[in-house]
């Protein structure tokens, strides 16, 4: 049953252009009025600090404000001029816009670069493309500045790059604004969070999880409602489980858990679990040829374990067990975190959810 719905439950996502970085406006953000509403008084006093961070959990809309941000700072207030940069911001064509990520390593002229693992931002990719972006002269008009970079991931940047990136922090060009993206910014030096303004984003909450589903077409019911149990208040996973078929995952994966839990499971859970994530990042990287297979297998593992600790904590809230379930979960990412075969982490993941339910242990 588990390998029929497994064909059906992985999509390959829509390739992304080569490096393309569009910016959108601030009036299409949703679920950020707080973290907007400061930035539009920023654009409005004119007095723009050269270095952000936003911060806040993954998939909550960081990098799109950020964009969004960056090209309303480009913009030229007169015509033709902002035309043409409105334009060019949403095409992904304009110049004087850089992100950088560590899917970059893929385009760098290093091959010992290119071979790496994504898991990292590294020095070399910053020398690469990021130190080229802030010192060269901008190409076209700019509004409240010329120039703008994002950083995507930047808790991401090992320590001799973001000591690095704190030089170019503490002396920066002129008219150029520098935004660091960052899921977990403590991993990021103390000083750096001192020489950047601070803006926090967080979950969005069911009402604007609505209206953005609403924004992204038509989806089967069954489909928006996982959506929203599982997303955590993150249009960002809602959108890779909508595009790429994870949102049927569960139909299959917490029955799986049902039966491990009750001592019933023959390997299935363990199956599923480690072929859908495979599937999964097959098409990620075949889609995406910048994206590493490491990543995209880290990416699916956890959308995997996220299917199973949302079944988890219902059993929690229904008070049908312990909190031994969510240990057993601990237990499978930190194997597969140690980069042990995914199979086998599953199937330590089953058998922990048997003793947790008390199979065998007398309870």
Same mark, same amino acid.
């Given at each position: 049953?588990?390998?029929?719905?497994?064909?059906?439950?992985?999509?390959?996502?829509?390739?992304?252009? &080569?490096?393309?970085?569009?910016?959108?406006?601030?009036?299409?953000?949703?679920?950020? !009025?707080?973290?907007?509403?400061?930035?539009?008084?920023?654009?409005?006093?004119?007095?723009?600090?050269?270095?952000?961070?936003?911060?806040?959990?993954?998939?909550?809309?960081?990098?799109?404000?950020? $964009?969004?941000?960056?090209?309303?700072?480009?913009?030229?207030? +007169? /015509?033709?001029?902002?035309? /043409?940069?409105?334009?060019?911001?949403? +095409?992904?064509? %304009?110049?004087? $816009?850089?992100?950088?990520?560590? /899917?970059?390593?893929?385009?760098?002229?290093?091959?010992?670069?290119?071979?790496?693992?994504?898991?990292?931002?590294? *020095? !070399?990719?910053?020398?690469?493309?990021?130190?080229?972006?802030?010192?060269?002269?901008? +190409?076209? #008009?700019?509004?409240?500045?010329?120039?703008?970079?994002?950083?995507?991931?930047? %808790?991401?940047?090992?320590?001799?790059?973001?000591?690095?990136? $704190?030089?170019?922090?503490?002396?920066?060009?002129?008219?150029?604004?520098? *935004?660091?993206?960052?899921?977990?910014? %403590?991993?990021?030096?103390?000083?750096?969070?001192?020489?950047?303004?601070?803006?926090?984003?967080?979950?969005?909450?069911?009402?604007?999880?609505?209206?953005?589903?609403?924004?992204?077409?038509?989806?089967?019911?069954?489909?928006?409602?996982?959506?929203?149990?599982?997303?955590?208040?993150? #249009?960002?996973?809602? &959108?890779?489980?909508?595009?790429?078929?994870?949102?049927?995952?569960?139909?299959?994966?917490?029955?799986?858990?049902?039966?491990?839990?009750?001592?019933?499971?023959?390997?299935?859970?363990?199956?599923?679990?480690?072929?859908?994530?495979?599937?999964?990042?097959?098409?990620?990287?075949?889609?995406?040829? =910048?994206?590493?297979?490491?990543?995209?297998?880290?990416?699916? %593992?956890?959308?995997?374990?996220?299917? *199973?600790?949302?079944? @988890?904590?219902?059993?929690?809230?229904?008070?049908?067990?312990?909190?031994?379930?969510?240990?057993?979960?601990? =237990?499978?990412?930190?194997?597969?975190?140690?980069?042990?075969?995914?199979?086998? @982490?599953? /199937?330590?993941?089953?058998?922990?959810?048997?003793?947790?339910?008390?199979?065998?242990?007398?309870?």
């Amino acid at each position: 049953m588990a390998k029929r719905s497994r064909k059906a439950a992985t999509r390959a996502p829509d390739p992304l252009p &080569e490096r393309a970085v569009s910016a959108g406006s601030l009036d299409d953000v949703l679920g950020q !009025d707080e973290a907007v509403g400061f930035l539009r008084q920023t654009l409005e006093a004119g007095r723009v600090p050269h270095a952000w961070m936003f911060q806040g959990p993954a998939g909550v809309g960081k990098r799109t404000l950020a $964009l969004a941000f960056a090209g309303a700072l480009m913009t030229p207030a +007169s /015509e033709p001029d902002r035309n /043409e940069a409105q334009s060019l911001l949403s +095409s992904g064509a %304009h110049p004087d $816009l850089t992100l950088i990520s560590k /899917e970059l390593a893929s385009y760098s002229e290093d091959a010992d670069l290119r071979k790496r693992k994504q898991r990292t931002i590294p *020095i !070399d990719v910053l020398k690469e493309f990021f130190d080229p972006a802030v010192a060269r002269t901008s +190409s076209l #008009p700019g509004g409240l500045v010329s120039k703008a970079c994002v950083i995507d991931e930047a %808790h991401l940047l090992a320590r001799e790059g973001q000591n690095h990136l $704190l030089k170019t922090l503490e002396e920066p060009p002129p008219s150029t604004v520098i *935004i660091l993206v960052a899921d977990r910014p %403590h991993d990021l030096l103390p000083t750096i969070h001192s020489r950047c303004q601070r803006l926090r984003l967080g979950p969005l909450d069911d009402g604007a999880m609505r209206r953005w589903l609403e924004t992204r077409g038509q989806w089967p019911e069954d489909e928006r409602r996982t959506v929203l149990r599982l997303a955590d208040g993150s #249009p960002g996973r809602a &959108e890779l489980m909508l595009t790429t078929g994870v949102a049927s995952w569960p139909s299959v994966l917490e029955p799986l858990a049902e039966q491990a839990a009750g001592g019933r499971d023959d390997g299935a859970l363990a199956e599923a679990c480690s072929s859908f994530a495979s599937d999964w990042a097959d098409a990620w990287v075949k889609a995406n040829p =910048a994206a590493s297979k490491d990543s995209a297998n880290r990416t699916a %593992h956890g959308m995997a374990l996220g299917v *199973i600790a949302s079944w @988890a904590r219902a059993r929690l809230r229904d008070g049908r067990d312990g909190p031994d379930t969510l240990d057993a979960i601990a =237990a499978c990412t930190s194997l597969l975190g140690r980069d042990v075969q995914p199979k086998f @982490a599953y /199937e330590v993941l089953s058998e922990r959810l048997a003793a947790g339910f008390g199979v065998g242990a007398g309870r």
